[in-house]
């Protein structure tokens, strides 16, 4: 999406609402609920090595991006995807349908029976 | 061009306050992801369809032959007694094929089943590829790994969903179970565990298709038949999420089947399927 204002990535979280919309999605993971607990109650626990908290990290789940785009924008980009899909999923029935034998063409009522000419056997 | 896309708000001054403010949304799914998420569609109704008339003509399950008809298949027998009981289907013309003749591309069709069993397996295959790169670019793989409290959660999930039907009944509006990730514990297990069951059936596959090449994995699963056995549940496994799969998605709205479409949702500082949880 060429015309889009991506917050996540270049914006200084300026805006008041997508600051408030990108700390809404922060996922946590099973290191960030437990990590505070650690931290806070037991000062005797030992803390987690370097190489665990950058494990921890590495497999957290990320913020998702957030971005404001113009809502035209916003519209003809879903009306060209949406457009985009209609005509594969019509493409790859057809194609599909042509993979079929012809017995089971016949069957379905997509064709009628070829009772001249030799039959098709599938693909 | 960020620049040329910056809402400029007084070029529209003229127009609603709703329309001034650009619109925020979350980037949800990688292309390659989408493209292979749709792609599946077509590939698993070409396996599942052949897959049934390979069985027909060598079944996993097999009784004793009946002493009127000769028929040792349950799927057989399904058909009959579909025949028999289903009104307006009682002058059904082969009442044992009636299973097959539905749900597979038809009974006596062993070669073209094979040849487009294999064709649809390698696009999987294939595809299975295009949609772990979809995760490895995206990042969407971090989403599905299960958590140490998933199990607990999923119940939680589990439990709200079959209330729901009561609460509807009852208007009630049911307590969703919070969570702040992408997806709820029990889509996390969902979608773990499906691509889980689609490798297996890969090797599954291959371990039925060359099993003196390829002994050692038809040794994994058990020999020959185990393997014809676990490939065969394999795929229920497989329908077994796709019906709720399209129900929830259904359920849940636009904004979630949109999002699987062109890749982003308006739905922000919600989870995906946060209401129903697709």
């Known amino acids: 999406m060429a015309l889009e204002k991506d917050h996540a990535a270049s914006e200084p979280r300026n805006s008041s609402s997508t600051k408030t919309a990108q700390e809404a999605d922060v996922v946590s993971t099973t290191w960030a609920h437990h990590e505070p607990e650690r931290a806070g109650s037991a000062p005797s626990v030992v803390p987690e090595s370097a190489f665990r908290q950058r494990r921890g990290s590495f497999f957290q789940e990320r913020p998702l991006r957030v971005t404001e785009v113009d809502p035209q924008v916003l519209r003809k980009l879903t009306r060209r995807d949406v457009l985009i899909f209609g005509a594969s999923a019509i493409s790859g029935l057809a194609v599909g349908a042509s993979l079929l034998p012809q017995t089971t063409l016949e069957r379905l009522g997509l064709v009628h029976e070829n009772k001249k000419g030799p039959k098709k056997s599938g693909f | ?278």
């Open chain 2, 1 to 278: 061009m960020p620049s040329s896309i910056q809402l400029d708000r007084e070029q529209i001054a003229t127009s609603t306050p709703e329309s001034q403010a650009g619109v925020l949304v979350a980037r949800r799914h990688h292309l390659l992801v989408r493209c292979s998420h749709w792609l599946n569609v077509p590939i698993l109704v070409g396996l599942i369809l052949s897959g049934l008339s390979i069985y027909w003509a060598s079944p996993v399950y097999q009784h004793k032959p009946d002493p009127l008809t000769g028929n040792f298949d349950p799927l057989a027998d399904t058909g009959i007694w579909i025949c028999a009981h289903v009104p307006g289907l009682h002058q059904y013309s082969s009442p044992p094929d009636w299973v097959y003749n539905h749900l597979s591309l038809g009974p006596g069709m062993l070669a073209a089943a094979l040849r487009l069993h294999w064709l649809c397996a390698y696009l999987f295959m294939l595809n299975g590829l295009v949609f772990v790169i979809g995760l490895a670019k995206g990042g969407g793989w971090r989403s599905l790994l299960p958590r140490r409290t998933d199990l607990r959660d999923a119940l939680k999930m589990f439990s709200y969903y079959i209330g729901v039907p009561v609460a509807k009944l009852t208007r009630r509006t049911g307590l969703h179970p919070r969570f702040n990730t992408k997806y709820n514990a029990l889509q996390r297990v969902a979608y773990f565990s499906v691509p889980v069951a689609g490798l297996l059936s890969i090797f599954t596959g291959w371990a039925i298709h060359k099993p003196m090449q390829l002994d050692w994995l038809t040794a994994l699963f058990g020999g020959y038949d185990k393997a014809r056995v676990w490939h065969f549940w394999l795929m229920w496994v497989v329908i077994s999420f796709v019906v709720p799969h399209v129900i929830l998605v259904l359920a849940d709205g636009w904004d979630t089947l949109r999002s699987m479409i062109v890749g982003w949702s308006t739905r922000i500082g919600k989870s995906e399927g946060s209401r129903n949880g697709a």
